[in-house]
């Protein structure tokens, strides 16, 4: 993950720049910014909480803050893989493509184990469904037999039948 302050609202430097974890774990904690960039990994899944706190005693302040937050592939510096491997051009670009296609075949591969685990609960769902039915139709007709048997025991004893 990739976080650009833009360098056009440098009129006050940011008195702390601090990311948390879902967790509430500090991520990235950086004093005394005015501009620049920043990277960190994240290890868990959620929201990230970023606090940016300006220098001064002006309360009424506004300040503008421009910040391009990159995730996933976009976050990837693609000139220092390209100096670190000595590669330019149509090789960085099959390199891009490469990392691309791994991309979302990764996510394809999560999203078919997700639809299988959704799968298997939806039918273990559809069977208790179906076996609550059938209790539900057996507890219908017992208690219908027990009605016409307690009817026929009443009009019995009123000497009706």
Known sequence: MVVVVDKSIAIH???NILVTSPFGDIVHK???VSMGQFAFTT?????YLACFSIDGEDRGLVVKLN???KIGLASR???????????EGVELELLKLEVAVQSIHDNLLLLKSKEANMRDVSEQTNSRVTWLSMLSLVVCI???VLQLWHLQQYFRKMKLI
């Open 13 to 15: 430097f940011i008195e």
């Open 30 to 32: 950086k004093e005394k």
């Open 43 to 47: 290890a868990e899944a959620g929201n």
């Open 67 to 69: 910040l391009d937050w």
């Open 77 to 87: 510096d693609w000139d220092s893989v390209a100096k670190k491997e000595k590669i």
């Open 142 to 144: 017992a208690v219908s």
